[in-house]
């Protein structure tokens, strides 16, 4: 299973249908996939969410960044994902991807690192339920 982005913040955020997510992981059988894309939108988006709710402007604070990223990599860590490489070709599955489904450039790479190892994604969206990948 490949996780994407909008999972991991459902859970950390505890938004509508994390637990849900929740069950999902931990009746994983085979191990759960993210690639270096994923974690960098997580702790971008979650730096975002968090700024906008604590009314921070821009630039945020450094130990915001530092904090979220600690928050994606320990959800990561507790759940026992492995990062996946994101090969030179994956490129032109995402913007496949992307045009074909009109998908954002994280659900595009989610997609394509998913499709090219055969693996169902979680995702805490809907645009990837527009595809042709297996949702769990």
């Given at each position: 299973?490949f996780i ?36 960098f939108e ?88 527009r595809t ?5």
């Amino acid at each position: 299973m490949f996780i994407d982005a909008s999972a991991i913040i459902a859970i950390l955020l505890a938004e509508d249908g994390a637990e849900n997510l929740v069950t999902k992981i931990e009746a994983a059988k085979k191990p759960i996939h993210y690639s270096a894309l994923t974690v960098f939108e997580a702790v971008s988006r979650l730096v975002g969410i968090t700024a906008c709710a604590q009314g921070l402007a821009c630039p945020v604070p450094a130990i915001l960044w530092e904090q979220s990223q600690a928050d994606v990599d320990a959800l990561l860590e507790t759940i026992g994902a492995r990062e996946m490489t994101i090969s030179g070709s994956l490129h032109r599955m995402a913007l496949d991807a992307a045009r074909a489904f009109e998908l954002s450039t994280g659900e595009s790479f989610a997609y394509a690192c998913a499709k090219s190892y055969r693996l169902p994604i979680l995702t805490g969206g809907e645009a990837l339920a527009r595809t042709d990948i297996e949702i769990v």
